[in-house]
């Protein structure tokens, strides 16, 4: 499996704070079937994100797990007009793999009205915006529509491997399966930040898609596309759950 999501390096977020953290977070996402992963930190008004720094923590982790599991880089980047005209004029600053693909997190408190218009500047600099976890987002749960339409113009959206199964609450499971009944849903990866509240996994996940979603869904969700966003290939789309069959009662009479 491939996770698109991470906060693996020590001391640069909120992630784990050691070496040694980051470290047993490797074993732990290799024990449970990940042979990918991308390193992803946060760049918000809290955290800077520092291209340099990131890079030597890389090879750091790197050397000391071992190279047992593949690491890449990318960014989670807070929708904030500073970060947004950086990412603009220094798209593979931001990027996974320096390729196309930018994970986006939006703020909890508002959702920019421009929101369509800063994506297609986003794609005009050759980004394809990736929405992280809106199924975490009380107002981006609320807005469904919206979210399709940022689809049909060329986004992306990612769920939390934890809100799939259930473990971020109803509310946020009930929007992933709403997101995936109707077709919007492109990756699912691990946001993770520790081994034990946040752990590197997706391989509960994989099983529960492939449960009640089948295992091309599973396969597509947690393996092909996030190997797509690694190469920059195009990502396939999850087809929307066929409607329900009418049961009027005009139909019943005939």
């Given at each position: 499996?491939?996770?698109?999501?991470?906060h693996?390096?020590?001391?640069?977020?909120?992630?784990?704070?050691?070496?040694?953290?980051?470290?047993?977070?490797?074993?732990?996402?290799?024990?449970?079937g990940?042979?990918?992963?991308?390193?992803?930190?946060?760049a918000n008004?809290?955290?800077?994100?520092?291209?340099?720094?990131?890079?030597?923590?890389?090879?750091?982790?790197?050397?000391?797990?071992?190279?047992?599991?593949?690491?890449?880089?990318?960014c989670?980047?807070h929708?904030?007009?500073?970060?947004?005209?950086?990412a603009?004029?220094?798209?593979?600053?931001?990027?996974?793999?320096?390729?196309?693909?930018?994970?986006v997190?939006?703020?909890?408190l508002?959702?920019?009205?421009?929101?369509?218009?800063i994506?297609?500047?986003?794609?005009?600099?050759?980004?394809?915006?990736?929405?992280?976890?809106?199924?975490?987002?009380?107002?981006?749960?609320?807005?469904?529509?919206?979210?399709?339409?940022?689809?049909?113009?060329g986004?992306?959206?990612?769920?939390?491997?934890?809100?799939?199964?259930?473990?971020?609450?109803?509310a946020?499971?009930?929007?992933?399966?709403?997101?995936?009944?109707?077709?919007?849903?492109?990756?699912?990866a691990?946001?993770?930040?520790?081994?034990?509240?946040r752990?590197?996994r997706?391989?509960?996940?994989?099983?529960?898609?492939?449960?009640?979603?089948?295992?091309?869904?599973?396969?597509?969700?947690?393996?092909?596309?996030?190997?797509?966003?690694?190469s920059?290939?195009?990502?396939?789309?999850?087809?929307?759950?066929?409607?329900?069959?009418?049961?009027?009662?005009?139909?019943?009479?005939?």
């Amino acid at each position: 499996m491939v996770d698109i999501h991470s906060h693996l390096l020590y001391g640069l977020d909120d992630g784990p704070v050691t070496l040694e953290d980051s470290v047993a977070m490797v074993r732990m996402a290799v024990q449970h079937g990940t042979t990918d992963l991308v390193v992803t930190p946060h760049a918000n008004h809290e955290f800077v994100f520092d291209p340099e720094r990131i890079a030597q923590r890389l090879a750091e982790v790197c050397d000391a797990s071992e190279h047992a599991l593949r690491l890449h880089r990318g960014c989670d980047l807070h929708l904030s007009f500073q970060n947004i005209e950086d990412a603009i004029v220094n798209p593979s600053k931001y990027s996974i793999n320096g390729k196309k693909y930018l994970l986006v997190e939006f703020s909890e408190l508002m959702i920019f009205n421009n929101t369509a218009d800063i994506f297609s500047r986003f794609m005009q600099a050759g980004l394809r915006p990736i929405v992280t976890h809106p199924e975490r987002n009380a107002l981006l749960r609320r807005r469904k529509d919206q979210i399709g339409a940022w689809v049909d113009a060329g986004a992306y959206v990612q769920l939390t491997a934890q809100s799939v199964t259930g473990q971020f609450g109803k509310a946020a499971q009930n929007c992933c399966r709403d997101l995936l009944d109707r077709g919007l849903a492109h990756f699912v990866a691990s946001d993770a930040h520790d081994c034990e509240y946040r752990p590197p996994r997706l391989d509960q996940a994989f099983a529960w898609l492939a449960k009640y979603y089948g295992e091309k869904t599973a396969e597509l969700l947690c393996v092909i596309n996030p190997r797509a966003v690694l190469s920059g290939d195009p990502v396939e789309a999850l087809p929307p759950k066929p409607a329900p069959e009418s049961r009027g009662w005009l139909r019943f009479w005939r």
